[in-house]
């Protein structure tokens, strides 16, 4: 079974100030996928970055970057230069890699407030 | 154009009545899903359709029916309501075996 840990339930950051916000999985698959969502007040579900596990890159998308460190099992979401609209839920989530069982698992997500 | 939409946005209803949710996608996908929020903002999988088939039923009451009539659609009845059922229930879709998930606005169900 899969398991995705966030351990910073809030985190409260001035604007302009890089962030980090720290994601944990647990699998033993060897193939799988690492995504980050973004969630505003509004309510919808933001698709954010990807990263797969054989990807020797981190995944990088505009201010977003994912700090991939596999032998760690860490995916942490790194945002440059905080905007106050970055002010949202973070969720990180995990795709197994078999056809058939093609469900994300997410963890509890991080309230992100950014201070003008 | 609204890739995944979902109506309605907002469902008040009374314990006991059945309600259904409507979820389409105009972006080809093979698969769709439901997935639950709830009050705590958890998101888990209830259900996953390939090509109108059910591939995934995460142990959800029979009173959850998912129907999928054409792959670009995913409906969510719902039977006899319960206060426990209030929650936010986001449609999704993705094209596997490879990418992300595209969600819905998502539908705010209340039960009185």
């Known amino acids: 079974a899969q398991k995705i840990t966030q351990t910073q339930p809030g985190m409260f950051v001035q604007e302009k100030e890089a962030v980090t916000l720290d994601c944990t999985y647990d699998?033993?698959?060897?193939?799988?996928?690492l995504f980050w969502y973004k969630q505003p007040s509004s309510g919808e579900m933001i698709f954010l970055i990807y990263?797969?596990?054989?990807?020797?890159q981190n995944a990088t998308e505009g201010r977003y970057s994912l700090n991939f460190q596999k032998a760690r099992k860490s995916a942490n979401l790194v945002i440059s230069a905080s905007q106050l609209g970055d002010s949202a839920m973070y969720f990180c989530?995990?795709?197994?890699?078999?056809?058939?069982?093609?469900?994300?698992?997410f963890g509890t997500g991080t309230r992100l407030t950014i201070i003008p | 154009d609204t890739a995944v939409s979902q109506t309605p946005k907002y469902l008040v209803t009374q314990m006991g009545n059945d309600k259904s949710i409507k979820c389409e996608q105009n972006?080809?996908?093979?698969?769709m899903y439901w997935y639950k929020q709830d009050s705590k903002k958890f998101l888990k999988i209830m259900f996953s359709?390939?090509?109108?088939?059910?591939?995934i039923n995460e142990t959800v009451p029979n009173r959850f029916s998912p129907k999928s009539p054409d792959k670009a659609h995913l409906n969510l009845h719902i039977n006899s309501l319960e206060l426990g059922d209030s929650a936010v229930y986001f449609c999704?879709?993705?094209?596997?075996?490879?990418?992300?998930?595209?969600f819905g606005a998502g539908t705010r169900l209340s039960v009185l």
């Open positions: 999704a879709s993705s094209q596997v075996p490879a990418g992300q998930a595209y």
């Open positions: 699998t033993s698959d060897q193939s799988y996928g």
């Open positions: 990263q797969g596990s054989y990807d020797e």
């Open positions: 989530a995990m795709r197994p890699p078999n056809f058939g069982n093609e469900k994300l698992t």
């Open positions: 972006l080809g996908h093979d698969t």
């Open positions: 359709y390939n090509n109108k088939e059910l591939i």
